[in-house]
């Protein structure tokens, strides 16, 4: 069985990342979203092990200690990280798999696994992502200006990916990702693993 591929989905706070991806998996056969780790509260309505495993800190930087972590980063005061040997098992079954981290974890892995595929997802304007972060009705002012500047560091590390999609129209993003990951099963070196047989045959 050929090895899946990873894919690495970037992006600041309030870009639409989290829905892109949700819709991107429903509608993509074969592909996973990786379960990180995390020391933040769990939410009303969040299932450990489903949306996160959730973990207290002491636990979280035994793990950092044992090098269980493919990556790890401190984000809004929390820590978050993927599990190396669950993201590895995946791959190996042959599963495609996303990780949606920042570009400090994005940098981790790439180092780990260089033949990852990393996105960068930005907003059509600073006006549109204000307005989203606004949107969710959780936050004070205090909080929107931070995360704001937050995101504008994030957006300044877009350089670093492989794919940058732009999510102006979300159909028109979710068409762009999809197309990446479909793009990357057709890989030569994939491709000749899975028909190897068919290839051998139209040699003889």
Known sequence: MSQGNLFIISAPSGAGKTSL????????????????????????GEQDGVHYHF???????????????LEYARVFDNHYGT??????????????????IDWQGAAQVRRKIPGSRTVFVLPPSREALEARLRGRGQDSDAVIARRMRDAVD????????DFLVINDDFDTALGELRSLV???????????ERHAGLIEELLD
């Open 55 to 69: 973990v207290d800190r002491d636990r979280f930087e035994e793990m950092i200690e044992a090098g269980e972590f």
């Open 21 to 44: 991806v949700k819709a991107l998996v429903e509608s993509t056969a074969g592909l996973h979203v990786s379960v990180s780790h995390t020391t933040r509260a769990q939410r009303p």
């Open 154 to 161: 994030e957006m300044s590390h877009y350089a670093e990916f």
């Open 182 to 192: 479909v793009g990357g099963r057709l890989e030569t070196r994939l491709q000749a």
């Open 83 to 100: 599990s190396q040997a669950a993201v590895e098992s995946q791959l190996q079954a042959g599963q495609d798999v996303i990780l949606e």
